[in-house]
């Protein structure tokens, strides 16, 4: 059984940064894509970032390329995803969400057949 445990969450002052991680247990994160989405109090779930298993394919929401990255370590079964320049309203549950095995990264998070508990994340002004 496929289980994502995701860590790093916290408060942080705007302007900060945070690295989420998310330990996968019950496959490896190389056999196929991984993504983080956030979902904010009232708002619907959205996609930040997505990683191929192999590391060399990322895409991004455009609100967040040049500030967040999305890296794997498949030794240790993590994915991550650091987050700099943190903005008030990216205050959200961060989740952590594996594509079944083989699968390439997406944006749809219907693509996605594992999904972590969720991390918050609060971003003060």
């Known amino acids: 059984q496929v289980q994502l445990v995701e860590s790093g969450g916290g408060l942080v002052q705007a302007g900060g940064s945070l690295r989420l991680s998310c330990a996968a247990s019950?496959?490896?994160?190389?056999?196929?894509?991984m993504g983080w989405f956030r979902q904010a109090p009232g708002k619907q779930r959205e996609f930040v970032a997505a990683?191929?298993?192999?590391?060399?394919?990322?895409l991004y929401v455009d609100s967040v390329k040049g500030r967040f990255t999305i890296s794997l370590d498949n030794a240790k079964n993590t994915v991550y995803l650091q987050m700099n320049s943190l903005k008030p309203e990216e205050t959200a549950v961060y989740y952590c969400?594996?594509?079944?095995?083989?699968?390439?990264?997406?944006?749809?998070?219907?693509?996605?057949?594992?999904w972590g508990q969720g991390t918050q994340v609060t971003v003060s002004s």
């Open positions: 969400a594996a594509r079944p095995r083989l699968a390439g990264p997406s944006s749809w998070g219907r693509d996605y057949a594992y």
């Open positions: 990683v191929s298993g192999s590391g060399g394919s990322t």
């Open positions: 019950g496959r490896t994160t190389s056999s196929s894509a």
